[in-house]
């Protein structure tokens, strides 16, 4: 009889880079590794590392702080507005076996951190044996049940589901759903969109906090097969960078959550800010809707010298647009007026609504679409959104001929 | 009488269409007998469907909905357009209505019936006003759908409307994010089931298998509800898919109208080639008859490409109404198939010519007739097809244009085959250690397994040997007593579940330096039809290929202009590596077990397009490819070959060697020295024989027969066994060809999922002449099994086709083309054939 590795090897299948399999070492245990202890709780036990940063502690640019504000970083996060209590907070990263996700993707090492007495206390639950999840579960539901919120970066798409997964899968009840949940990664992505070109933490660790890691840390991508490898061979000394990155990043997560907090909370006018950064403030605040800090923010901009054609448009548009919503037609119409001198599109086709609906200016209306019809033949987008817009003018175009011609 | 009666007699009065008519069956109307709703149905449900005009049930849809209301599986298999859907609409509905958190989960064939059901579906609920949110009670979840209307989708909808792939790629991988919908899940319906057979269907029992794992996690136990085309086994097929106890509803209730099935046998315009008149032409002008007369109609063809041919030859010869006659083929705009729907339901298509792409239940109202272009490949398909005239309780007619193909004689002969219920039987097997690879791999994904578990039918002894085989590869690592899935792979994502071979060489096509990707083939084809240098036909066009990267996975194709096609030379070697089945009769020896095929791309012939001669033969290096495979072979015995020998003389009609046959052969024999070329004796008192290597009869004139390279020395009993060799390897080359074309009367397959090999000397068969035919899917999909249990039945449909064919020597539509060496014999496959069936083999 032919094992079944030998037949499916005659069937044609290629196997997949046949594994070494690494000699069980002699070496220390995951727990003196990693100066870790043991917790036992309902369901098992759970390896456990703890370390605090006191507070007053520099990670990069930014301080430690025991105190501050979260009002405003609520708000632009659509969190209710509230001053949430800062220490209720835990801040949270996994490692997991995996990125694409589904069911077959674990967490082996939830990190979680908040501030206490002491200073940011930090927590992190290691799974030595996957047949031990649900006790590392119950070690994150029994954590949270002193929580209010929780701050992560990409939870929302990432942590979150994975962890409510395991949940599931070990049949228990799902701890955090009733938390507030704030996920840093789409305020940062607003706040930095035009300013940098990638807004992964690892880069804003290092553009916005200034700070480099040790040679303890490892690349991301290299991480589960560590934790695959550790599983196999039992060489704790495998996981150890794995945990200094972990706790890095939730460090990270904290000093972000403290930085971004502070540009909120300052007065962004006298405060030594990136002019960028305060014109990506200006649109967290209009995409919250609160205008009259917007505007005020965008009329600081206009009068600054830094920005460059494209962005003076924009900001001339964003403007515009809000002006237009507050029925401050006047102001909106000079602001269009600027964008239209310098070849914007969509500035003329404003003026022209804004001439034909309000102003009852038949003419000066088609003079604008004619203007705008000029600028499209000579853009250089793509033919596809050409031709839309083509059509979209030329409706709007026959319609004020009409008009015209109508009435003489 | 009606317009449409009055076309028909017409056409029976028309001589050119009427004489070649094979077979004309007019199945007169039938009633429906009524049922009424069963009381057990919610009353909102019954005023629905009696506000839609629908007040009774048809028999089968009443027993259905029954049995399923009893807790039993149940399998439909009635006739196209009976009603099937409503058998698993009602109870899924009714269902809802008494549980609200009741989910169900339909499984479709293709993205375009999906969308179909959908309608159905939503109809039924918005008619009935039956529940607050009905909106979103039913929606399809598919590749298609936005990814910000899914998670609206998981939270609310309860019933979903899917496709095979989806449910491995996405929904099982990701099962606790549909948790709630698990936990309710109370019904699985799988429509179209006769498709999933072989690897497409062997890969569903195991998508079930895992299916039913996660449906167990959540604590639900659902119920299947499946419907089939009229198929031999709908009973066998259903429960091999779901390995559970199924019930089979197969008497239809459904009124009939009229209908009017024809077989039409395209006439023969070359007695002895037996070469009939093309399905082209003569479909072409039988479309014009019904075109004339108004008479909306659908033909379906066999291939894409067929389609084009046929929709540009009927547009030309109707220049008038070319906007009438349209084509539907997958390839064309979603928007473009939509409007063709829309004009054969509205009338303002008259003429639609369809791939398969319009067989399956896409909603397009009826037409009045159906033309088949050349047998669909199974009896199943052909009644789908069919099934399709017949607008309501409207008489109709459906005509089967027959093509040259052995099956299509077959029926052209023998039409009752066609009628009665169908012999052939839709095959699948769960444990072909390939595609159960896979899917362990993902079920192991989707939740651990559980020491001496089991999965499905599988038992946990050959289970745990996957499970360590996995662990081996180092997916998979036990921890106490669980195997977990530790590794980065997404399993669900890396197989297909429509063909077990994975790797695709992309065909790109080269034009003045842009590069763009026309197509792809699966690796094994890929050797023999885009090697380099290879014609490679595809929609109607001849492309080079220029090179074929295997590493890479890259063919480069530019323009042909060449006046020839190419042919590819195989070698191919056999190897029995084990017989597991044998049974032994007086004239042969039957076998069935697990063998290797290694085929071998060893060349090319260039053969010009009109002539059919071959213009050079060129060499290639290719890798040889490998196949374990179980396949059933019929090995001669010593005194079947006995009795073909002493009948060699009768079998020899006398040739006309020419007038100039003595000088040849004389020289020849001078050339040879007289001596045997085979065994080397030398001539005494008896001149020797000089024999043609290339049959006679075969080459086209006597010169090229008589060429001296042609010619050959040899002593009578040398001479003796040279021909009967030959005249062996022509029975069984006829005998294989005859076995692989109908085959697919007992087994529904594909003429690619078989493959054969005849050899008058097989090394893995004691040396004895042998004709061999095996499944082509690695391991199997037990093809080749049944039709060992079932040779009887095989050989004797393939003597009776062969007795009814009216050909000299051997046609394409009996043993094959006579332009091959060893290939062609028509009386010697005839007489080998009555020493197989002399005794009962029963």
Same mark, same amino acid.
């Given at each position: 009889m032919t094992s079944l590795s030998e037949r499916l090897k005659n069937l044609g299948l290629s196997k997949g880079s046949e594994i070494t399999v690494l000699a069980k070492k002699d070496t220390r245990s995951l727990v003196d590794e990693l100066n870790a202890s043991t917790i036992t709780n309902d369901l098992g036990k759970i390896i456990v590392v703890e370390k605090t940063f006191p507070y007053g502690y520099l990670h990069g640019d930014i301080q430690l702080v025991d105190q501050i504000d979260t009002t405003e970083i609520h708000k632009t996060s659509k969190l209710n507005g509230i001053n949430c209590n800062l220490k209720k907070i835990a801040f949270l990263d996994t490692e997991t076996?995996?990125?694409?996700?589904?069911?077959?993707?674990?967490?082996?090492l939830i990190g979680v951190g908040r501030f206490g007495e002491q200073g940011f206390h930090l927590t992190q639950y290691i799974l030595e044996d996957p047949s031990e999840e649900s006790s590392l579960l119950l070690a994150l539901s029994i954590y949270s049940e002193e929580i209010e919120e929780i701050v992560t970066f990409n939870g929302k798409s990432f942590d979150l589901p994975l962890l409510k997964s395991r949940f599931i899968l070990n049949r228990m009840p799902v701890p955090f759903t009733h938390l507030k949940h704030l996920d840093l990664l789409h305020i940062s992505r607003r706040l930095w969109r035009q300013r940098l070109p990638s807004r992964s933490l690892k880069d804003l660790e290092h553009e916005i906090l200034h700070l480099p890691r040790t040679e303890e840390e490892v690349p991301g991508w290299m991480i589960p097969e560590l934790y695959f490898n550790f599983l196999k061979s039992?060489?704790?000394?495998?996981i150890k960078n794995v945990v200094y990155h972990n706790a890095m990043d939730i460090v990270s997560l904290a000093a972000l959550f403290i930085g971004i907090t502070q540009m909120l909370n300052k007065d962004l006018f006298y405060y030594d800010l990136d002019q960028m950064d305060v014109f990506s403030i200006g649109q967290v605040y209009e995409r919250i809707g609160e205008y009259s800090k917007s505007i005020e923010i965008y009329e600081y901009c206009l009068?600054?010298?830094?920005?460059s054609k494209n962005f003076m448009i924009e900001l001339n548009n964003r403007l515009g647009c809000i002006y237009k919503k507050q029925s401050q037609s006047d102001k909106a119409v000079n602001l269009w007026k600027n964008n239209a001198e310098n070849g914007d599109y969509a500035a003329c086709i404003e003026l022209a609504k804004y001439y034909e609906?309000?102003?009852?200016d038949t003419k000066t209306a088609l003079l604008w679409t004619q203007k705008a019809d000029i600028i499209i033949v000579n853009s250089k987008i793509s033919r596809y959104k050409k031709n839309t817009q083509k059509k979209e003018l030329h409706l709007r175009r026959t319609r004020l001929e009409k008009r015209i011609n109508g009435n003489v | 009488m009606t317009q449409f009666d009055e076309f028909l007699l017409r056409i029976k009065k028309y001589p050119d269409f009427f004489e070649n008519v094979a077979f004309w069956q007019t199945q007169i109307a039938q009633q429906a007998q009524p049922f009424p709703f069963p009381s057990w149905l919610h009353n909102r449900l019954v005023d629905t469907f009696n506000s839609m005009g629908i007040n009774s049930l048809y028999s089968h849809q009443f027993e259905a909905i029954n049995c399923v209301k009893g807790g039993m599986n149940t399998v439909i298999s009635t006739g196209t357009a009976s009603g099937k859907s409503i058998c698993y609409q009602i109870p899924i509905i009714d269902q809802l209505i008494k549980d609200q958190k009741s989910s169900a989960i339909l499984l479709f064939p293709t993205k375009a019936l999906t969308y179909d059901q959908l309608k159905s579906f939503s109809t039924i609920l918005s008619t009935g006003k039956i529940f607050e949110n009905q909106k979103s009670i039913a929606a399809v979840y598919d590749g298609d759908t936005p990814s910000q209307q899914r998670n609206a989708i998981r939270n609310n909808s309860k019933i979903i409307l899917t496709n095979p792939d989806m449910l491995n790629v996405a929904i099982l991988p990701h099962h606790t994010i549909w948790s709630e919908f698990f936990q309710n899940l109370k019904y699985i319906v799988i429509d179209e089931i006769h498709l999933y057979r072989g690897v497409f269907g062997s890969n569903i029992a195991n998508l079930i298998r895992r299916l039913k794992r996660v449906a167990v996690f959540y604590g639900s136990s659902p119920r299947f509800i499946m419907t089939s085309a009229t198929i031999a086994n709908p009973k066998e097929l259903a429960s091999n898919l779901i390995e559970e106890e199924t019930i089979s509803i197969e008497a239809d209730g459904s009124p009939k109208g009229e209908k009017n099935f024809v077989i039409y046998n395209p006439p023969v315009i070359d007695k002895d080639l037996g070469i009939r008149e093309s399905l082209l032409t003569s479909t072409s002008k039988i479309s014009e008859l019904f075109l004339i007369s108004n008479i909306q109609t659908l033909i379906f063809c066999r291939t894409r490409r067929f389609v084009e041919l046929l929709v540009r030859e009927i547009q030309a010869l109707n220049p008038r109404s070319t906007k009438q006659i349209r084509g539907y083929r997958s390839g064309y705009l979603k928007k473009d198939r939509r409007e063709i729907e829309e004009g054969l339901k509205n009338g303002s298509i008259s003429l639609a010519i369809a791939t398969n792409?319009?067989?399956? /239940?896409?909603?397009?109202? /009826?037409?009045d007739a159906v033309l088949l272009a050349g047998y669909p490949g199974s009896i199943a398909s052909l009644h789908q097809r069919a099934g399709r005239s017949g607008r309501s309780l409207n008489s109709s007619v459906a005509i089967l244009i027959a093509s040259m193909n052995p099956l299509d004689q077959f029926f052209a002969r023998n039409p009752k085959y066609l009628m009665e219920r169908p012999l052939e039987q839709a095959l699948i097997d769960a444990n072909n250690p390939l595609i159960l690879l896979s899917h362990i791999k993902s079920a192991a994904f989707e939740l651990p397994f559980e020491e001496s578990a089991n999965f499905g039918l599988l038992n946990w002894t050959h289970l745990e040997e996957y499970l360590e085989y996995l662990c081996e590869e180092g997916v998979l690592q036990k921890k106490k007593t669980r195997y977990y899935w530790l590794s980065e792979h997404y399993p669900s994502g890396d197989f297909s579940l429509r063909s077990t071979i994975s790797v695709r060489i992309l065909l790109k096509y080269e034009d003045d330096g842009v590069i763009e990707t026309i197509g792809d083939v699966d690796y094994n084809s890929a050797l023999w039809m885009t090697h380099p240098g290879a014609i490679y036909l595809q929609d109607g066009l001849a492309f080079y290929v220029k090179t074929l990267d295997l590493e890479k996975g890259i063919a480069i194709l530019t323009k042909s202009q060449a006046d020839y096609l190419t042919e590819p030379i195989i070698s191919v070697d056999i190897d029995a590596i084990s017989q597991l089945k044998v049974k032994t009769f007086q004239n042969f020896i039957l076998q069935y077990g697990e063998i290797e095929v290694t085929s071998k791309v060893t060349g090319f012939k260039k053969i010009q397009i009109i002539t059919r001669e071959i213009l050079s033969a060129e060499n290639l290096e290719l890798p040889e490819n490998r196949l374990q495979t179980t396949g059933f072979w019929i090995e001669l015995t010593e005194k079947c070959v006995g009795l073909m020998r002493s009948k060699s003389i009768w079998l020899s009609d006398p040739n006309d060697y020419g007038r100039k046959w003595k000088s040849i052969r004389d020289s020849v024999r001078n050339r040879d020295n007289f001596?045997?070329?085979?065994?080397g004796r030398g001539e005494a008192d008896v001149s020797f024989h000089v024999h043609h290597k290339i049959p006679f009869k075969m080459l086209f004139s006597i010169e090229e027969a008589n060429e001296f390279g042609n010619l050959v020395t040899l002593c009578p009993d040398c001479h003796r066994r040279v021909e009967l060799n030959f005249k062996i390897r022509s029975g069984l080359s006829g005998l294989k060809y005859l076995l692989t074309n109908l085959a697919p009367l007992l087994v529904l397959c594909d003429s690619t999922d078989l493959g054969s090999y005849v050899d008058p000397n097989a090394k893995f068969s004691n040396l004895k002449p042998v004709v061999l035919i095996y499944d082509s899917i690695p391991a199997g999909i037990g093809l080749s099994s049944s039709l060992y249990e079932r040779i009887y039945e095989l050989l004797k449909k393939c003597r009776e086709l062969l007795n009814q064919c009216d050909c000299k020597v051997g046609c394409p539509s009996c043993v094959g083309p006579t332009s091959e060496v060893g290939i062609g014999g028509k009386k010697e496959t005839s007489f080998l054939l009555s020493l197989l069936l002399e005794q009962d083999i029963k």
């Open positions: 076996t995996g990125l694409s996700g589904g069911t077959g993707t674990l967490a082996f039992g060489d704790a000394s495998l009068k600054q010298s830094t920005f609906h309000e102003a009852k | 792409a319009l067989e399956l /239940g896409i909603d397009i109202g /009826g037409v001596t045997c070329q085979s065994c």
